[in-house]
């Protein structure tokens, strides 16, 4: 009897007990028990998420007390605002305003050169005379002529307010003097073209002509006259930098062959834009203490941009993933790696300017940047 209460008890325990049993997984699916798996679901997410939590407990607590552990060893920079300018690299030419190659007007020989290469004139200065072929000789006869015509017009006007005479004689008068006085100024006109005068004070250059030689208006340059004293230097500026460059705008000047640079300033910016290679002129001062020569080549930093509060951060430390997004390892707080996604800027030289992603005091990682990974400890090297 006590048997048989014991096995029956036995039996009902056994009942109760496979009837609160939850299902396994793959009774559930074999059901297709669709609210049995979403709560199934349920159940291994708060599992996992709760194994998570304590694994990076267990790895904190490890990288805290685990002092035989290995560290990236790594340098870092404290991010800093600090002033950062942009420049356009151009090449320019040295010019000058007066830079004339000097003509003749009269046709004739080469009667003297009164200068030398080299020699520093000044303006009104005789430079070339130029033989008349006897003009003087006819300008002087004229000059005879006309000073009989102003006698007789004078005498013949005062007779003409005394109301002596015809007043077709005064006429007469009158006009033989005029056109004598006419037929003179032109002789002078002439005259005046025999002689080559300095046009500006500046240094004969090159003479190319000599002595004896015939010369004609147009036909071949005498001399040529440069004012060293008036030098700027002409850039091609690509049109897309129109609206960044204005008058006053710094330039660095390079003169390769003397080896001198010196700072400048924009002192013309032109308003046309070249439809041959969309460009436009722009004239810097020159270096007035140095002696250049007209047509020298020079190399031309002119800044395009600044920004006086700007972020920038050495262009190597940069890396760049598939999608073409630029990131920069930063250690955080915990002394890990961080991958820090940047929108960058204009690059000058070495460095770029970040515009986002980067803030004061952020520490960038600059050695071993290429070598870290996400999260990684790292250990710094060098003192902040």
């Known amino acids: 009897m006590k048997k048989t209460i014991f096995l029956t008890l036995m039996y009902g325990f056994v009942v109760s007990c ?19 798996l979403r709560a199934r679901q349920a159940e291994l997410v708060k599992q996992n998420n709760t194994i998570k939590a304590e694994l990076n407990l267990v790895m904190d607590a490890i990288d805290r007390f685990d002092k035989d552990k290995k560290r990236s060893l790594v340098t870092v920079f404290a991010v800093q605002e600090t002033a950062f300018t942009h420049t356009v690299v151009l090449q320019g030419v040295v010019k000058t305003n007066q830079n004339l190659m000097l003509n003749a007007e009269f046709m004739g020989v080469v009667k003297a050169i009164h200068v030398k290469e080299g020699q520093q004139v000044a303006k009104g200065d005789l430079l070339v005379t130029i033989d008349d072929g006897g003009l003087a000789e006819n300008a002087a006869l004229q000059k005879v002529q006309l000073d009989l015509a102003k006698t007789l017009f004078e005498r ?14 005064y006429l007469q008068a009158k006009t033989t003097f005029e056109s004598q006085q006419k037929g003179y100024e032109q002789l002078q006109q002439q005259l005046i073209k025999t002689k080559l005068y300095a046009p500006f004070s500046g240094r004969v250059d090159d003479i190319m002509t000599e002595v004896g030689q015939l010369v004609s208006p147009g036909a071949q340059p005498l001399l040529r006259l440069v004012n060293l004293s008036s030098m700027y ?34 002192i013309h910016k032109g308003t046309h834009i070249s439809v041959g290679n969309r460009t436009f002129k722009v004239s810097l001062a020159a270096d007035t ?53 940047i929108k960058t800027g204009l ?19 600059d050695e071993g940047a290429r070598l870290v990974k996400e999260n990684e400890n790292v250990q710094i090297t060098n003192a902040l």
């Open 347 to 365: 690059v000058e030289g070495d460095v770029v300017e970040v515009l986002e992603g980067l803030s004061t005091a952020d520490r960038v990682i």
């Open 289 to 341: 203490t140095i002696s250049l020569a007209s047509n020298l080549i020079s190399t031309v930093r002119l800044v395009d941009y600044q920004n006086p509060n700007a972020i920038a951060i050495p262009l190597e430390v940069v890396s760049e993933n598939f999608s073409g997004e630029q990131y920069v390892y930063i250690v955080n707080k915990n002394n890990k790696a961080e991958k820090r996604f």
């Open 18 to 36: 496979t009837s609160t049993e939850k299902p396994n997984t793959q009774t559930l699916i074999n059901q297709q028990n669709v609210e049995g």
């Open 156 to 169: 013949q006007e005062r007779l003409w307010e005394q109301n002596i005479g015809s007043e077709m004689e």
């Open 233 to 266: 230097v002409d850039v091609d500026v690509p049109e897309r930098y129109f609206p960044n460059i204005n008058k006053g705008t710094t330039a660095q000047v390079e003169i390769p062959v003397l080896n001198h640079t010196y700072s400048s300033k924009v």
